[in-house]
C-alpha cells in the first residue's frame, strides 16, 4: 500500500516520495521522517554504513 500523499524527508530535507530507493546518502546518522496528510509522521533515526543499504518501513497512524 502506498501512501499517495506521504513524503519522505532526510535531515529535514524532502527528498522523495514513499517506496523509493536513496542513493547517495553519506554515511553516518541521518534523521528520517514520513509525513501524509491525515496521519501521524513517524520519525527515525537511522545510521548508515558505506556501502550497505538501510530499509525503513513502519506502517501510518490516522490522526484522531
Do not use: C, I, K
Request: hydrophobic share 40%.
Amino acid at each position: 500500500w502506498v501512501y499517495p500523499t506521504a513524503y519522505v524527508s532526510v535531515d529535514d530535507e524532502r527528498v522523495s516520495y514513499a517506496n523509493r530507493t536513496l542513493a547517495n546518502l553519506s554515511a553516518g546518522t541521518h534523521t528520517v521522517r514520513l509525513r501524509a496528510d491525515g496521519y501521524e509522521t513517524f520519525e527515525t533515526d537511522v545510521t548508515v554504513v558505506a556501502g550497505d543499504t538501510v530499509t525503513v518501513m513502519h506502517p501510518l497512524v490516522r490522526q484522531r
